[in-house]
């Protein structure tokens, strides 16, 4: 490899526009088709002015066979955003058991009420939810515990999912 | 085994449910070694952990329908008292079940027992009720026995994370990677962008999804590089390899790419900065605000 890094990266960060554009109801009980929808809310807040994390994929499964989910929100406001849908999928009248994964994003940010802000390293987790078709009434509705979830590790903030869910 | 569990949970929980009167709800803490958090360096080492259900209902006693923590029921633990279980008001019960490490192999063939081959164990304890569950996690690092080598004198790097929350940082290497480089709002954008979906929330194709997250990380490593140089040969070459791969439609390599490059740039994160460089303050919520993610949907499949 003998290109000098420097245009190594220059090459490859101008490349980039290009190639990057180039490829660049709460209380309803669930019925025959209806949307299920999952949202995500912060609590347990106090001491964080501030926490983003992304969204990367949402999944659902249906008896064991993967359904489509629609409407897969971004980044998730989790103190000032409330409750925030990150996805909805459409439940059989007939289904037995549901269960959906929401990935997040490797990482997100914060910042603390006392003006300290930094990134989230939240590699790899997941909020996961289980449960039987027949509890289900239109929302799966988790609440991320932020002063749990928020850990200090050797750099910045590493994300622990403590989270409950309603449904 | 969890179905069982969740069976006889909802078996049990019927038949109980006529003697509580109200809603209820659980909540549930683990730790290891009494955090949520750690780096095990020293072998052999024991990982104690403390799994404990609480009744958060300040007026009525819960119904514990399930407790289950997969990754530690494949080492030999059960939670006890076996769910379901009743829980007075404001009661929690706990229970906990120590690993030991003998060595490294140890810690890694743990790490890859939960799903992911890596070299985190990270497992989740769920305690579910008729109505809810909760769900806690507590992550442990593997690292090597013997302390790491010297660093090489250029193997200061910073994360995404950093870089997505650092404007002055961004900026800089932005500027000394050349004057023709994408804007910094762009750059941003493809920071807080999701990988999920394109800003107008229609769902990323398969491949659009494996060259941004490959294309920013790569950005990234780039910034690493430039802002930190020299670069060893295998990142100049890793470098490479990435340019390459974002031409082509070959998914599965974009993605090991992408890891491969989360790898270097977290490899030096806690090395110090070099003299006289100064990153700014992190300034999360501005460089949101000016984020501008310029990705579209291309014509492109994944193919070999």
Not at chain 2, 46 to 61: A, Q, R
Not at chain 2, 130 to 142: K, L, N, P, R, Y
Request: glycine share 10%.
């Amino acid at each position: 490899m003998k290109t000098p890094i420097s245009k190594l990266a220059a090459a490859a960060l101008c490349a980039l526009p290009l190639s990057v554009a180039a490829c660049s109801g709460d209380g309803k009980v669930i019925r025959s088709g209806q949307a299920a929808n999952v949202t995500v809310t912060g609590v347990n807040t106090s001491g964080v002015g501030e926490l983003s994390l992304g969204v990367s994929d949402v999944s659902a499964t249906v008896d064991g066979k993967e359904t489509p989910v629609s409407g897969i929100s971004g980044v998730l406001d989790l103190v000032n955003g409330g409750a925030q849908s990150v996805g909805r999928f459409s439940v059989p009248g007939n289904a037995t058991a549901v269960s959906v994964i929401v990935t997040l994003d490797d990482y997100g940010a914060y910042e603390s009420a006392d003006g300290s802000a930094g990134s989230v390293d939240a590699r790899g987790k997941v909020l996961s939810f289980s449960l039987p078709a027949s509890a289900l009434d239109g929302t799966i509705a988790a609440s991320l515990d932020v002063g749990r979830s928020l850990t200090s590790g050797s750099g910045d903030r590493i994300l622990e999912p403590n989270y409950t869910t309603a449904y | 085994m969890r179905k069982k569990l969740l069976s006889l949970g909802l078996v049990g929980g019927a038949l109980l449910t006529a003697q509580v009167a109200g809603a209820h709800e659980l909540s549930c803490d683990k730790t290891v070694n009494g955090t949520t958090y750690m780096e095990v360096s020293g072998y052999p080492t024991t990982l104690h952990y403390v799994l404990t259900v609480n009744n958060t209902s300040p007026l009525y006693g819960s119904y514990v329908l399930t407790a289950s923590d997969p990754l530690l029921e494949g080492q030999g633990f059960s939670f006890t008292p076996a769910a379901p279980f009743s829980l007075d008001f404001g009661a929690s019960t706990s229970d906990s079940f120590d690993v030991v490490l003998n060595d490294e192999a140890d810690c890694l063939a743990m790490a890859a027992a939960d799903g992911t081959a890596d070299d985190r164990i990270d497992n989740t304890f769920e305690t579910s009720w008729e109505s809810g569950s909760a769900q806690c996690t507590a992550s442990v690092v593997c690292k090597s026995a013997p302390p790491p080598p010297p660093p090489p004198p250029s193997g200061i790097t910073r994360t995404l994370g950093f870089y997505k929350t650092h404007e002055s940082a961004l900026s800089q290497c932005l500027e000394a990677i050349d004057t023709d480089a994408p804007d910094l709002a762009s750059v941003l954008g493809v920071f807080w962008g999701s990988p999920a979906v394109y800003e107008t929330g229609e769902p990323r194709t398969d491949i659009d999804r494996a060259r941004f997250l490959m294309g920013r990380q790569f950005i990234v490593a780039a910034c690493n590089a430039t802002l930190f140089p020299p670069a060893s040969s295998d990142v100049q070459q890793l470098l490479a390899d990435a340019m390459n791969a974002y031409a082509g439609t070959d998914c599965d390599l974009m993605m090991s790419l992408s890891s491969q490059l989360d790898d270097y740039n977290n490899s030096g994160d806690e090395m110090s900065f070099p003299a006289g460089f100064d990153p700014g303050p992190a300034t999360p919520k501005h460089a949101q605000s000016i984020a501008d993610d310029p990705t579209t949907m291309s014509a492109d499949q994944c193919g070999g």
